[in-house]
Nanobody, 122 residues
């Protein structure tokens, strides 16, 4: 019904930048909120940044001032611009979306992407 496909991960040196993308496709009526999470081995998945349908954003303290979340509504694509990357940003990054389907617009559903690895290392 819906697919979230992330891209843009990779290996970068400390202080460098990466931009992650998350493209949503399928029978989408509207998107309520999108978010990026990260997860490291042995730890719970944690919220990094969110963006709602009004464009309001929120960030975990660890990335404030360095990461920027945005969305291209025409393309149903969310981005995470990551600057001044640190080794502790190393994680698998997951895209998350709360949205409504064309077939059931009254129901809010949650979807996850497959994850993309970001490694910050010299």
């Amino acid at each position: 019904q819906v697919q979230l496909v992330e891209s843009g991960g990779g290996l970068v040196q400390p202080g460098g930048s990466l931009r992650l993308s998350c493209a949503a496709s399928g029978i989408i009526h509207s998107i309520f909120k999108m978010a990026w999470y990260w997860q490291t081995p042995g730890k719970e998945r944690e919220l990094v940044a969110t963006i709602d349908s009004d464009g309001g954003t929120d960030y975990t303290d660890a990335v404030k001032g360095r990461f920027t979340i945005s969305v291209d509504n025409a393309k149903n694509t969310m981005y995470l611009q990551m600057n001044t990357l640190k080794p502790e940003d190393t994680a698998v990054y997951y895209c998350n979306a709360a949205l409504r389907l064309l077939t059931q617009p009254s129901t809010l559903r949650e979807y996850w992407g497959q994850g993309t690895q970001v490694t910050v290392s010299s």
